[in-house]
């Protein structure tokens, strides 16, 4: 008489005095914080390896019991029913006792498991909302644009007012409105004046350098700083996908407990216990039922198991979106240190733009290591809410 125990059980006497021994950590502890990944995850390990040993711990009188009676079932006198019928009636209870101590275990990993995967958003849904504040606030959405414009530089809207008010009185000849928009064709028209205009004492040596470095900074720049202003915003809306898409999937790997609240009201509210509380009620049913209503176990596992699948496939697109982040800002990075005449021109430069280079070398930072998370993307972490092991 057989037993078919579920894969993540079958263990022969070696794997059981594994489980009883003392378990050995898998690596010293780091910080205690919840946002230190490493840390996170040496205290999930340590949960898991308790469970597998409370597990072991409780069915090892059982395997003894059962070694037992297979040893007295190879005696001649176990051919006589009243020797042998009781140890079968014995054996048959024990090996029942074994399967439904496998699937309350099986019940209590995937709870884990689910339980980590939902720590594992409400980490990450943080790390989202910051880069979503930083975006939002970042200078580069408010700036750029200006910073580009000659229009917008007090020295240069003093200048071209001199420089109309002569092209007009000597030449005739005004700036069409469109110019006035354009600032090529603006910066064109200033140095034709500039020309053309002859000396003039209200443009003194400095101002007339001032006036060529904004010229060549706008010039230069104006295309490449455009390239930071657009690329921010499709950073900043990508990273609002990916926002919703935490929230949605919270949304439906809750569903599964009976936990209706949005994440972001679980969040605001400090919730989680509550969710964590429906997780039990939902798990201890099923375990309550072990052995007498496998549907319901089944189907207890399978939804909580899809739950972390699908926290383990946004995991990777986080990483994805990190990764993309990262390799935008060394570009920014590059356009902004790559101004040829930023040495000569350094003081008619504007303060935003050396904000601007300030701002651009803080996100990469935190691109580097706040919001890149390796250890998430290790075999750890897949290991521990796959269950590859068990």
């Known amino acids: 008489m057989s037993t078919a125990y579920p894969p993540m059980f079958r263990a022969g006497a070696v794997g059981l005095m594994l489980f009883l021994s003392p ?27 308790q469970i597998r040993q409370e597990h072991a711990q409780c069915i090892a ?37 074994i399967r439904k101590l496998h699937t309350e275990a099986e019940i209590k990993l995937v709870r884990l498991r689910y339980r980590k995967s939902v720590e594992m958003l409400k980490i990450l849904y943080e790390k989202i909302l910051s880069m ?34 002569r092209m007009k009185k000597k030449y005739g000849f005004a700036l069409p409105a469109v110019m006035e928009s354009n600032p090529y064709l603006s910066a064109v028209y200033s140095i034709v004046g ?37 690329e921010t915003e499709y950073l900043r809306d990508a990273n609002l996908t ?24 679980c969040r605001e509210t400090d919730d989680w216990e509550r969710l964590h509380a429906l997780l039990d009620q939902y798990t201890d ?11 319901l176990q089944q189907r207890s596992y399978a939804n909580l198991q899809f739950a972390v699948d699908r926290v383990v496939h946004f995991i990777e697109t986080y990483c994805a979106f990190v990764a993309q982040g990262n390799a935008y800002y060394k570009k920014f990075a590059k356009i902004v240190s790559g101004y040829a005449n930023e040495q000569t021109c350094t003081d008619a430069l504007p303060e935003s733009f050396h904000q601007l280079k300030n701002d651009i070398e803080i996100t990469l930072e935190k691109f580097n290591s ?8 290790g075999s750890r972490l897949k290991d521990l809410l796959y269950g590859i092991g068990e």
């Open 61 to 97: 009188g059982h395997q003894l019991r059962l070694a037992e009676i297979d040893a007295a079932l190879s005696r001649p006198e176990a051919l006589f029913p009243e020797y042998g019928y009781p140890l079968l009636l014995e054996k048959t209870r024990a090996e029942t006792q």
């Open 242 to 265: 990916l926002k919703k898409e935490c929230e949605t999937l919270f949304t439906e790997c809750a569903r599964q407990v009976g936990y209706a609240i949005p994440l972001a009201n």
């Open 370 to 377: 706040a919001y890149n998370l390796p250890e998430i993307q």
């Open 132 to 165: 979503d504040h930083h975006f939002t606030s970042l200078r580069t959405n408010q700036q750029v644009l200006r910073m580009s414009n000659p229009h917008e530089y007090p020295e240069f809207k003093e200048v071209k007012t001199l420089l109309e008010e």
């Open 285 to 295: 049913k099923a375990i309550q039922t072990a052995g007498t209503t496998p549907a």
């Open 23 to 49: 378990a050995l950590p898998a690596s010293k502890p780091p910080g205690d914080t919840l946002y230190d990944i490493d840390s996170w995850i040496y205290l999930a390990e340590s949960d898991f390896r």
């Open 194 to 230: 500039l020309a053309l205009g002859g000396a003039d004492n209200r443009l003194q040596q400095t101002r007339l350098q001032r006036i060529s470095c904004i010229l060549d900074f706008t010039v230069r720049m104006h295309q490449d700083l455009n390239v930071v202003y657009y």
